[in-house]
């Protein structure tokens, strides 16, 4: 099954555009956690099971286990996730972009060796460095568009024929670069203008939305940019806003409140 | 000692701008060190035992590690280059770029995980994606600006106000981001005319130079755009041409063949 039926799917099934994001920082984790044998998947596994039913993706943050030595624990957390809660589609994010023969490696690491449904990816380089990607035809290719950080407008906002380059990605990415109907773009929830000139360029695509909570995009103004004509077509994620939520070994039950009223507040400004 | 000395340094003591990717590719690997139980590792020492003297850096591709799960025989080789051959600084290809506090993660990956002298980032997350490397003052950041792949084209030349991106970050970086003086620029040996337009933008900033070899790019044309003034300024690195130049038991003896033959071809087109 593609990725984006995959994901649709669980949009249904979930009723929830909410999309958590593991970024396991061990600096933050209650006491129990941290005196285990595997921290960052112990913690990963204690959200997941307090939040599957509220969410639409789960979006581990590479870089965390890379940092700790924890390939291993992200392999378990993403093997988790798919035998535990079946139909919840694995986003790895990594932004990874490199000439083809490199990301032709990429792609292994992030489909083969982790098991990923669908992956991050930056465009600075061009389509033979996406393509490597692309061509695993049931798996989600992800491209970095306009993202949620300050820095976003050094570059992304640039205008080249009087429009900015974020949207040229965009447009080369829904009209080039998807052949396989299997690339999504990033677009952060601070950008709301931004992110309504993205949807009328790019149709139904989905749009992985980082930004909300720790990042201060604001929910309502964000779905009514993003949302597709049927009241979808967005991944809205939080990271640090639920992981920690309570930093104490209340974290699961502080996590689950976050979250669900984040997906709460998201329905409520769906078109039904 | 800061990175542009220490690479410095090198430059002067081994006569040499050759730069040697280590992209170790399991399926091209003699049989002898495929028969053992560390073939990653046991390939690159192989390769940098045959070249060490020829050299003035060795840059590892993190991706050919994580697709084969070895991040330790990255770690390994790293610290088999700085233990053996010190003085020699080891560039990790990494291509890493996320908002700020991912970006602290990849920096602890890069530079206190595998302790790597210096990294490569991509731009197009803008600044705070960035600074979290520079922050570690002895270390070097190398920014992707024209890439030496097909596809670089399709965002890195699209023009602003009359100049193409690829010259933007090149201004951007030089005149903004470097102020700790460890920043350096990607720019491929296959587009010579783009080479001397940033040559001319960053002053004697050091350039990484992807693309002699394997992906065409002429040694002359690249050299006489690109050198500073004292016939410096340039990791020119070549990869599978070196490393694969034998497949067979020989494969040592060739790489050295071929690195010294590049080093030479190098040399005799330097301004002394």
Request: with cysteine; glycine share 8%; proline share 4%.
């Amino acid at each position: 099954m593609s990725f984006i039926r995959t994901l649709s799917k669980r949009w249904e099934q979930s009723n929830s555009l909410l999309c958590v994001g593991l970024d396991p920082d061990t600096a933050r984790f209650p006491e129990s956690i941290a005196a285990t044998e595997n921290p960052l998947f112990e913690f990963n596994k204690a959200i997941v099971d307090a939040t599957h039913d509220l969410v639409c993706a789960y979006k581990p943050q590479i870089s965390y286990f890379a940092a700790e030595r924890a390939e291993d624990q992200l392999l378990q957390t993403i093997e988790y996730i798919h035998r535990e809660y079946p139909g919840i589609p694995v986003i790895l994010d990594a932004k990874r972009g490199d000439i083809g023969s490199t990301a032709s490696r990429y792609a292994v690491e992030a489909f083969e060796r982790y098991g990923a449904d669908a992956v991050t990816v930056n465009p600075y380089m061009g389509f033979d460095a996406i393509q490597p990607f692309t061509q695993y035809t049931d798996r989600g290719v992800i491209v970095l568009c306009r993202t949620s950080n300050a820095g976003a407008s050094d570059f992304q906002d640039l205008l080249i024929d009087g429009e900015p380059l974020y949207q040229h990605v965009a447009q080369k990415v829904s009209t080039e670069w998807n052949t396989h109907d299997n690339c999504l773009l990033v677009v952060g929830a601070t950008w709301p203008e931004q992110m309504a000139k993205v949807r009328s360029i790019v149709g139904d695509m989905p749009l992985l939305v980082p930004g909300v909570g720790a990042q201060g995009g604001d929910v309502k103004t964000m779905l009514e940019a993003g949302q597709t004509a049927n009241g979808s077509g967005l991944i809205v994620n939080s990271s640090r806003g639920v992981l920690y939520a309570s930093e104490g070994e209340d974290f699961q039950r502080a996590a689950r409140a976050v979250a669900m009223s984040l997906r709460d507040e998201i329905n409520s400004h769906r078109r039904s």
